[in-house]
């Protein structure tokens, strides 16, 4: 968290221009900080733990038009704040946007790691920005949740409905809540954008490069993208009957060649949670949604 800080320190937009809100999801010891540097600086504590509950919490304690989420592994590049408050500006009708997110390992990963960049919220799409509309499936330029910087306005409908999709609650690792966001506001008629002059560096602790983390990563995550998917109706592939899972599990064991290095046990454990999500009975109300 203080590198995080650190870089929201270093920002080069001019302190009364924006606010700091923490938000302390229910800590122990609570969150404290000395925040003398940044007058109005805030933290809030939300007693609800998770993710979602916690951003939930941010948007409803902050005032500004224009909301950027860093998570406390996140350190922004100093002009960051500038940049977004730019193209929010030259671009009026973009309602969610991200840039690169580069990885600062705390010790040198092993060198199969790269095939699950994605899973850690690591992301460069190039150096061309692309701006992208609603097209009833995900956009691929879609931000993820480090650094995204949102336009209040193009949030009312994420914020009013009911969230059946909550990221990172305690023992879980199930994510999707910003995928929701951004559905959310494409649907809404606000389009999606990836600008490359947006850049931070993703904290990646030992622990998440190991296998145990990854495989109960990608698990998770898996079975939570296809309740995403149902939640919005544009979920590509068939409901399966959960009798069947064992038997498409040992399949997939045998067609990833699980046992035949790390890469391939980590993708096989993904396709399990997959299969989980699938088999599941996510009853969706859209009149409530």
């Given at each position: 968290?203080?590198?995080?800080?650190?870089?929201l320190k270093s920002q080069t937009i001019a302190s009364a221009?924006?606010?700091?809100?923490?938000?302390?999801?229910?800590?122990?010891?609570?969150?404290?900080?000395?925040?003398?540097?940044?007058?109005?600086?805030?933290?809030?504590?939300?007693?609800?733990?998770?993710?979602?509950?916690?951003?939930?919490?941010?948007?409803?304690?902050?005032?500004?038009?224009?909301?950027?989420?860093?998570?406390?592994?996140?350190?922004?590049?100093?002009?960051?704040?500038?940049?977004?408050?730019?193209?929010?500006?030259?671009?009026?009708?973009?309602?969610?946007?991200?840039?690169?997110?580069?990885?600062?390992?705390?010790?040198?990963?092993?060198?199969?790691?790269?095939?699950?960049?994605?899973?850690?919220?690591?992301?460069?799409?190039?150096?061309?920005?692309?701006?992208?509309?609603?097209?009833?499936?995900?956009?691929?330029?879609?931000?993820?949740?480090?650094?995204?910087?949102?336009?209040?306005?193009?949030?009312?409908?994420?914020?009013?409905?009911?969230?059946?999709?909550?990221?990172?609650?305690?023992?879980?690792?199930?994510?999707?809540?910003?995928?929701?966001?951004?559905?959310?506001?494409?649907?809404?008629?606000?389009?999606?954008?990836?600008?490359?002059?947006?850049?931070?560096?993703?904290?990646?602790?030992?622990?998440?490069?190991?296998?145990?983390?990854?495989?109960?990563?990608?698990?998770?995550?898996?079975?939570?993208?296809?309740?995403?998917?149902?939640?919005?109706?544009?979920?590509?592939?068939?409901?399966?009957?959960?009798?069947?899972?064992?038997?498409?599990?040992?399949?997939?064991?045998?067609?990833?060649?699980?046992?035949?290095?790390?890469?391939?046990?980590?993708?096989?454990?993904?396709?399990?949670?997959?299969?989980?999500?699938?088999?599941?009975?996510?009853?969706?109300?859209?009149?409530?949604?």
């Amino acid at each position: 968290m203080t590198k995080a800080i650190d870089g929201l320190k270093s920002q080069t937009i001019a302190s009364a221009d924006w606010e700091l809100i923490i938000i302390d999801n229910n800590s122990s010891p609570a969150v404290t900080f000395d925040l003398d540097w940044k007058p109005g600086a805030r933290i809030i504590r939300e007693a609800t733990p998770g993710l979602t509950q916690a951003r939930l919490a941010g948007f409803a304690n902050s005032t500004g038009e224009i909301i950027v989420m860093v998570d406390d592994d996140n350190v922004l590049a100093a002009n960051y704040l500038e940049n977004v408050r730019l193209l929010f500006a030259e671009n009026e009708k973009v309602g969610a946007a991200g840039g690169k997110s580069i990885p600062r390992f705390e010790s040198a990963p092993p060198p199969w790691l790269s095939a699950f960049f994605d899973n850690l919220a690591l992301r460069d799409l190039g150096e061309n920005a692309t701006v992208s509309s609603w097209k009833n499936a995900y956009p691929e330029n879609a931000p993820i949740g480090a650094g995204m910087a949102l336009r209040r306005v193009a949030l009312n409908t994420y914020i009013n409905k009911i969230h059946l999709i909550r990221d990172r609650t305690p023992g879980s690792l199930g994510s999707g809540g910003d995928n929701d966001m951004v559905i959310e506001i494409a649907k809404s008629g606000w389009e999606i954008g990836y600008f490359p002059v947006l850049l931070l560096e993703h904290l990646i602790p030992k622990n998440r490069t190991e296998v145990a983390y990854l495989s109960r990563l990608l698990n998770q995550s898996s079975r939570s993208w296809v309740l995403l998917l149902d939640s919005h109706d544009i979920n590509p592939w068939p409901k399966i009957a959960p009798w069947t899972v064992p038997l498409r599990k040992i399949k997939a064991w045998i067609s990833y060649r699980a046992w035949q290095d790390k890469v391939q046990y980590i993708r096989w454990r993904g396709a399990c949670g997959l299969y989980d999500g699938l088999a599941h009975k996510n009853k969706i109300d859209h009149s409530r949604v």
